[in-house]
């Protein structure tokens, strides 16, 4: 996940994924032409280094993440949006907080478990987002999780 949070740790990031992990291009708070231009720069990054790419908004409209039909991924916060994420098309659930995170201040983190239950059996992977860490992600990956995502983890 990016966002404006990451600074110029973004490159550093983007350089430390594995090849076919993925980034989901936020950066809502961007100015439009700024964002595009960030945009098209991680998607030079990502093509060269074989990261899949999906955009949380324009500037790339066949690339979704979010409440829209034919969603490529799609948060879910409880079991109803994540059935509504599969109803959509969503290939992939993004269930958060799983733990307390800045992304969501205030928030309590729904806990591994109760976390696990949003996307159970859905046929989708489900991937944890919330306050997520290498460590943390070696505590939770037996709970039927496909993979983890963070902002704040990589930077």
């Not at 594995?18 to 809502?28: A, E, K, M, W």
């Not at 032409?33 to 066949?62: G, Q, T």
Request: glycine share 12%; hydrophobic share 50%; no cysteine.
């Amino acid at each position: 996940m990016t966002d404006e949070r990451m600074g110029t740790g973004l490159w550093r990031a983007l350089r430390r994924l594995p090849p076919g992990s993925g980034v989901v291009f936020r950066h809502h708070a961007t100015p439009a032409a700024e964002r595009r231009a960030l945009f098209v720069r991680v998607r030079r990054i990502a093509r060269a280094r074989r990261l899949v790419l999906v955009a949380a908004d324009p500037p790339l409209p066949h690339a979704r993440h979010g409440r829209v039909a034919g969603a490529t991924t799609w948060p879910a916060h409880d079991r109803r949006e994540a059935l509504a994420g599969v109803r959509a098309g969503a290939a992939v659930l993004f269930v958060s907080p799983v733990f307390a995170t800045r992304s969501h201040p205030g928030a309590a983190g729904l806990g591994a478990a109760r976390a696990a239950r949003i996307g159970r059996g859905l046929g989708v992977p489900v991937v944890a987002l919330g306050g997520m860490s290498e460590r943390r992600w070696r505590r939770v990956r037996a709970l039927g999780f496909a993979g983890w995502a963070a902002i704040d983890a990589w930077v």
